[in-house]
């Protein structure tokens, strides 16, 4: 379960370590006795519970016994955590004890200074760890009701909290029916197929537009191109309630003419109309991401390629193309992303056979509070991970054709 790496780094006074100790130990027992109901006495006990195991291991321990000690804290804050929460606080402090063991030591011996360089100033260590703890804190923040959503999505009762069976780690209080619903439902099937539609569509779009807008937006020659620029990416900074009030005014006018001038019906228009509108609000991710890409492209390679008698289209999908790909699957993956999940555009210009999935997801809240939606939020999530970790590994990709870092 845990492995443990002995280093010989010079110990620290008790008059540093302890309190450290005591400040760390009273956040978590000011946590854990919150969820108690005694926040005080949680705070106290938790700094008075480290301070001791702190005194303990750096006074009256030896060296020799580092992995002895570290065990038996692991075993006592498991013993502690099973005590007050069961099976769940068994877990909690066993992960718990792990923890504070590794943080005594590498406070008590001084193993953070290891990886340091050794004439980093006291207030400069303390902002090197600090600036770590508040990105960490902001990390756990935004991170936290995505990890409440995706456990209770597989809930075998009707409710959006945990239930008791739930917190017992009981296998009856998990099942997979809110997927099943989700899998078999006209209705939700019908919106994520029109979202399957209406993405990728939108995405063709708004790549097409976005990269040539990009390339030639990169030309220093094209006048007013920085005005042009915050023109293209206002949908991405003008409140979106107010772009999805013009567009809905907007589009009416372009349904109205496809409908009786050109005579489309109507329900292809409605898709038509959505399919515009999630395309321009994706145009600005492409524009942004192949234009960050285009900074490192080398211009001679375009003057060579027409010097040895390539045409333009020729030039741009042999030799400019391949090296801003990167930029562009990026862009397109963020169009997809942003039109995929998109919900206020769609309800001012689409109707009803065009509800997409974030729409049938918002109906649920509003009319009959479907567990569903937690099943189909586990979903997107899961989707637009998968998405992000492509846009990373693209990105990296950049970097090294770019020789922006080895290879």
């Known amino acids: 379960m845990a492995t443990f790496k002995l280093t010989h780094v010079e110990k620290k006074p008790l008059s540093f370590t302890l309190p450290v100790l005591a400040a760390a130990g009273g956040i978590a027992g000011f946590f854990v006795g919150t969820a108690q109901g005694a926040s005080l006495l949680g705070l106290l006990i938790g700094a008075a519970l480290l301070v001791g195991l702190g005194f303990l291991c750096m006074q009256v321990l030896s060296a020799e016994q580092e992995k002895l000690a ?5 075993a006592l804050f498991g013993v502690l955590g099973a005590t007050f929460g069961g099976l769940p606080g068994l877990v909690l402090g066993l992960l718990s004890g792990w923890f504070f063991s590794w943080f005594i030591y590498w406070i008590g011996e001084g193993r953070y200074r290891a990886k340091l360089v050794p004439y980093l100033t006291p207030g400069q260590v303390l902002w090197h760890y600090s600036f770590r703890v508040i990105c960490g804190a902001i990390f756990t923040f935004l991170i936290t009701p995505i990890l409440v959503v995706l456990p209770l999505s597989f809930n075998a009762q009707d409710f959006f909290t945990f239930t008791p069976e739930m917190l017992r780690f009981d296998p009856e209080g998990y099942s997979l029916k809110h ?59 003008v409140p979106l309630i107010i772009s999805a009030t013009g567009m809905f005014f907007f589009y009416s006018d372009i349904g109205n003419f496809l409908e009786n001038s050109v005579g489309l019906g109507k329900n292809l228009v409605g898709y038509i109309k959505v399919i515009l509108a999630h395309a321009v609000l994706g145009i600005p991710f492409v524009i942004i991401t192949v234009t960050a890409t285009l900074v490192g492209f080398d211009r001679s390679l375009t003057r060579a390629a027409a010097n040895m008698g390539a045409d333009p289209v020729t030039t741009f999908f042999r030799v400019q193309m391949p090296l801003i790909l990167p930029g562009v699957i990026s862009g397109g993956l963020f169009a997809f992303i942003t039109s995929f999940d998109e919900v206020v555009v769609v309800l001012f210009v689409g109707s009803a056979s065009q509800k997409t999935l974030p729409w049938q997801m918002f109906t649920g809240l509003r009319e009959q509070i479907s567990p569903t939606i937690l099943a189909v939020a586990t979903i997107l999530v899961v989707m637009s991970i998968l998405l992000l970790t492509t846009v990373e590994l693209l990105r990296r990709r950049s970097e090294r054709l770019r020789g922006m870092s080895p290879g």
Request: no cysteine.
């Open 179 to 237: 997927y099943r619903d989700f899998f078999t439902n006209n209705e939700w099937q019908r919106s994520f197929k029109n979202s399957l539609i209406i993405a990728p569509i939108a995405t063709i779009i708004s790549v097409s537009l976005g990269t040539l807008a990009a390339i030639g937006l990169s030309q220093s020659h094209v006048p007013g191109r920085r005005a042009i620029m915050a023109v293209l990416i206002s949908p991405m900074i």
């Open 70 to 74: 570290r065990w038996a804290i692991i």
